[in-house]
């Protein structure tokens, strides 16, 4: 009776954690698809042969000393977005990618996805490119959406990767077991009509 009562039990939670599996897999569906699409790209950034990620272009000078002043390269480098891309986007910085062994310097804004790369001792544009891979990257962590809604603390991302998290757990562990449960039930079965 022990036993039958044991089966019983595990049958059950095989029954609840394949229900659970089923309701977040459909209930995520939509986005585990970007997840996963988004990660792919991700993956590929640096092979897709400048698609998704610009190459990093070679300056004339690797020596520091050669190199103008960074607020003089930032200078040049809003001067040629606006110029060469658009007087209305904004030349909020986002980061400043130094790159001494290019001899070149990548000027990485704030508010869209346009990057310029400048030669460090002349200041003279190398490349002008947009950034996919952040704009990938965005949507891949959820971030996306606390640009478009302009939260000022990342709570979106925050909120989307601890569900989208929580979520992989539990697809991990109930799919685990949805495997490993009916090999321990029928191994069992099979002990017991041995014995």
């Given amino acids: 009776m022990a036993i039958k009562n044991k089966r019983q039990k595990q049958a059950k939670l095989l029954r609840i954690f394949r229900k659970i599996h089923r309701k977040t897999g459909a209930l995520l569906f ?7 699409i988004t990660g792919l790209l991700l993956g590929w950034k640096k092979h897709s042969n400048g698609i998704i990620l610009s190459k990093s272009y070679q300056g004339t000078s690797t020596n520091l000393k050669d190199w103008l002043p960074i607020h003089h390269l930032h200078k ?8 060469s891309i658009s007087p209305k986007l904004s030349s909020k910085i986002d980061r ?6 290019k001899g070149m310097v990548k000027f990485i804004f704030e508010d869209h996805y ?13 490349h002008i490119g947009q950034r996919r891979s952040d704009f ?3 949507i891949h962590d959820g971030s996306i959406l606390d640009k478009y809604f302009e939260t000022t603390d990342g709570q979106i991302k925050l909120i989307y990767t601890s569900v989208m998290g929580l979520a992989l757990i539990s697809f991990t562990i109930t799919g685990f077991w949805l495997w490993y449960g009916p090999k321990r039930m029928r191994k069992k079965k099979t002990v017991k009509s041995v014995a």
């Fill in 114 to 126: 346009w990057s310029i790369q400048l030669d460090g001792a002349t200041g003279q544009l190398l």
């Fill in 96 to 101: 400043i990618d130094i790159r001494k062994n």
């Fill in 30 to 36: 939509v986005f585990f698809f970007f997840i996963s």
């Fill in 76 to 83: 040049n480098a809003c001067k040629i977005l606006h110029d």
């Fill in 136 to 138: 990938i990257e965005n």
